[in-house]
């Protein structure tokens, strides 16, 4: 059975980091690629990022210098570095596995359950 879980959301203030997981179970991620997506209430699902199968990654314009991904292929695991987070990063993150990165959801098959990320003083 396909499955990926996220983990890492919560509460931060301004300025602060996160790290999220995205642990994969029922497949390898190796040969998968890895999307990182958003969605704030009444706001449409947005791609926040990509990690290819050989590691190369993709950042939305809108938090580029802010977030990273990276992958451990070894814990099967894909994670989203989050620093200098701002009120509006506030949304569920979800991460989402295909064969071909892209920004739009619809493009991807399998999909976590979602981690509240909430940046707020």
């Known amino acids: 059975q396909v499955q990926l879980v996220e983990s890492g959301g919560g509460l931060v203030q301004p300025g602060g980091s996160l790290r999220l997981s995205c642990a994969a179970s029922g497949f390898r991620l190796n040969y998968h690629v890895i999307g990182w997506f958003r969605q704030a209430p009444g706001k449409e699902r947005e791609g926040v990022s990509c990690?290819?199968?050989?590691?190369?990654?993709y950042i939305a314009d809108s938090v580029k210098g802010r977030f990273t991904v990276s992958r451990d292929n070894a814990k099967n695991t894909v994670y989203l570095q989050m620093d200098s987070l701002k009120p509006e990063d506030t949304a569920v993150y979800y991460c989402?596995?295909?064969?071909?990165?892209?920004?739009?959801?619809?493009?991807?098959?399998?999909w976590g359950q979602g981690t509240q990320v909430t940046v707020s003083s």
């Open positions: 990690i290819s199968s050989v590691g190369t990654t």
């Open positions: 989402a596995a295909d064969l071909i990165c892209s920004y739009s959801w619809t493009d991807f098959g399998s």
